[in-house]
C-alpha cells in the first residue's frame, strides 16, 4: 500500500516556474514506478512523465518536454515534478502516481494522490 500527498500548486504568471512534490508513505516507495498527470477542467487525465524506481530512465509527453523535469530522492520517499517556462495551456490539476511498472496510460497505476492545482495567468 502506497500513501501519495502532492503539494507545491499554485498560481504563477506565464513564463513562470514551480516545484511539485509527492510524498509518499511507505518502506516500499522505492520499488516504485512514479509519474505525473494532468487534468484540466474539461479534459481527460493525460500524462506528464514518469521515472523508473530507480530513477535512472524518465519519459515525457511531447508537449511539456525540455520544460518539465520529473527526480525522485528514495531516500526521502519524494517524487518531483520542475516546471519551467510554464504556459496558461499548464494549467490543470496535476496528480503522481505509483506503478509497479512504468507507463504512460493512467490504467497502468494504482496508487494517486489527491491532486494539487496548478494555474497559469496570462
Known amino acids: 500500500q502506497v500513501q501519495l500527498v502532492e503539494s507545491g500548486g499554485g498560481l504563477v504568471q506565464a513564463g513562470g516556474s514551480l516545484r511539485l512534490s509527492c510524498a509518499a508513505s511507505g518502506r516500499t516507495f522505492s520499488s516504485y514506478a512514479m509519474a505525473w498527470f494532468r487534468q484540466a477542467p474539461g479534459k481527460e487525465r493525460e500524462f506528464v512523465a514518469a521515472i523508473s524506481w530507480s530513477g535512472a530512465r524518465t519519459v515525457y509527453a511531447d508537449s511539456v518536454k525540455g520544460r518539465l523535469t520529473i527526480s525522485r530522492d528514495n531516500a526521502k520517499n519524494t517524487v518531483y515534478l520542475q516546471m519551467i517556462s510554464l504556459q496558461p495551456e499548464d494549467t490543470a490539476v496535476y496528480y503522481c502516481?505509483?506503478?509497479?511498472?512504468?507507463?504512460?496510460?493512467?490504467?497502468?497505476?494504482?496508487?494517486w494522490g489527491q491532486g494539487t492545482p496548478v494555474t497559469v495567468s496570462a
Open positions: 502516481a505509483a506503478a509497479q511498472i512504468m507507463g504512460v496510460t493512467p490504467l497502468r497505476y494504482n496508487y
